[in-house]
């Protein structure tokens, strides 16, 4: 099992970035397929950005391409969300996700791990 917390978030205007930071515990954060996920109130939990095992795959949801790139950083146990072009719409709880599946996960239920969330509030 690994632990996760997310950082990062805050207040930004609209065409603005934030970077989140998602670090983890244990010692086989590079074993983990990781996801980010978003919910705003009132909605559900959904998929913004994951990466595979070594990073070798990507994914984005259709309406955050272009605008946030997911990374990570193994030897630092620390996933990376980086947001520009924000836009009020993507004001939202962020929350990491770990998984034991090796291949892009694109479902919360995919996830064994969660972090507790960090609030990303975008103001037109």
């Known amino acids: 099992q690994v632990q996760l917390v997310e950082s990062g978030g805050g207040l930004v205007q609209a065409g603005g970035s934030l970077r989140l930071s998602c670090t983890a515990s244990?010692?086989?954060?590079?074993?983990?397929?990781m996801g980010w996920f978003r919910q705003a109130p009132g909605k559900e939990r959904e998929f913004v950005a994951a990466i595979s095992w070594s990073g070798g795959r990507t994914d984005y949801a259709e309406s955050v391409k272009g605008r946030f790139t997911i990374s990570r950083d193994d030897a630092q146990n620390t996933l990376y969300l980086q947001m520009n072009s924000l836009k009020p719409g993507d004001t939202a709880v962020y929350y990491c996700a770990a998984g034991t599946i090796p291949y892009v996960l694109y479902r919360p239920t995919e996830y064994e791990n969660w972090g507790q969330g960090t609030q990303v509030t975008v103001s037109s």
């Open positions: 244990g010692r086989t954060f590079a074993m983990y397929t």
